[in-house]
């Protein structure tokens, strides 16, 4: 009875201490994953393309309301986007399983791209997954927000 309950007491922790291993580990990527959103960002911004190429898989797409995109194309028109100015509000991470994760948020800024100006506020997303050790964006989609809401007649 007694070294059942060791056994148990013993597997209690060992599987406590993994989870809370894990719960770390996991804290840590998230960050990470937040970080290079914002390191994709700034690459845009500034026309980097080794950078962005760096943190995007080469296979990657996109969305948003001008229809997808392969991240090919996009970064042979890269130079075509001006951003002016941008940040983060929000990010949020949500697990699909250990070796992918959605970072999502709301990007405010301005700028254009090919001439046309794109929306100051959108609700954007990024799939990241872990290839061989190295996580990559995979596939990113904005959603423009919606104008305010007509103020009531009375």
């Keep these: 009875m007694r070294s059942r309950f060791l056994a148990a007491a013993v597997l209690t922790v060992g599987c406590t201490a993994a989870a809370l291993a894990q719960a770390g580990s996991k804290a840590t990527i998230e960050k990470t994953l937040i970080a290079n959103e914002n390191k994709v960002n700034e690459a845009v911004a500034k026309h980097d393309v080794k950078t962005f190429t760096d943190l995007v898989a ?9 229809g997808f995109m392969k991240v090919g194309d996009f970064v042979k028109t890269m130079d075509q986007m001006k951003v002016n100015s941008w940040h983060i509000m929000s990010p949020q991470v949500v697990w699909v399983n250990d070796k992918t994760a959605v970072v999502g948020y709301t990007w405010m800024g301005s700028g ?8 100051e506020t959108t609700y ?4 990241w997954t872990d290839r061989n050790g190295k996580w990559v964006a995979v ?8 104008p305010p809401a007509p103020p009531k007649k009375k």
């Design 58 to 66: 080469s296979d990657a797409m996109s969305a948003d309301q001008s």
């Design 112 to 119: 254009t791209y090919q001439g046309q100006p794109f929306p």
């Design 124 to 127: 954007a997303s990024t799939v």
């Design 139 to 146: 596939f990113h989609q904005e959603s423009p927000a919606a």
